[in-house]
């Protein structure tokens, strides 16, 4: 069973960065395209961002403009720039395949934006 580690998340001022890291456990991550997703208390889940294998990139207009994917195969992660913060942007974060999630989830990582 793959493994998905997610890391990186934290307390930040609105306007702030953060940089979100997801490890998976297989050298097969390089055949799938991988998402981002967030659930935000009482709410679903939601994809934010995907990239493919070839790497293109796609983005929920919620974040689109903000958030960057990206993925280093050699290292099997994935990785969410997120810039200018917002407090809505508060959630649990988790990484799993795209658009379809195959593997089981991870623990995820909170970002929590607040002054």
């Known amino acids: 069973q793959v493994q998905l580690v997610e890391s990186g998340g934290g307390l930040v001022q609105p306007g702030g960065s953060l940089k979100l890291s997801c490890a998976a456990s297989?050298?097969?991550?390089?055949?799938?395209?991988m998402g981002w997703y967030r659930q935000a208390p009482g709410k679903q889940r939601e994809r934010v961002a995907d990239?493919?294998?070839?790497?293109?990139?796609k983005y929920s207009d919620s974040v689109k403009g903000r958030f960057t994917i990206s993925r280093d195969d050699a290292k099997n992660t994935v990785y969410l720039q997120m810039n200018s913060l917002k407090p809505e942007d508060t959630a649990v974060y988790y990484c799993?395949?795209?658009?379809?999630?195959?593997?089981?989830w991870g623990q995820g990582t909170q970002v929590t934006v607040s002054s």
């Open positions: 799993n395949t795209a658009p379809g999630q195959l593997w089981r």
């Open positions: 297989t050298s097969a991550f390089r055949f799938y395209g």
């Open positions: 990239i493919t294998i070839g790497g293109n990139e």
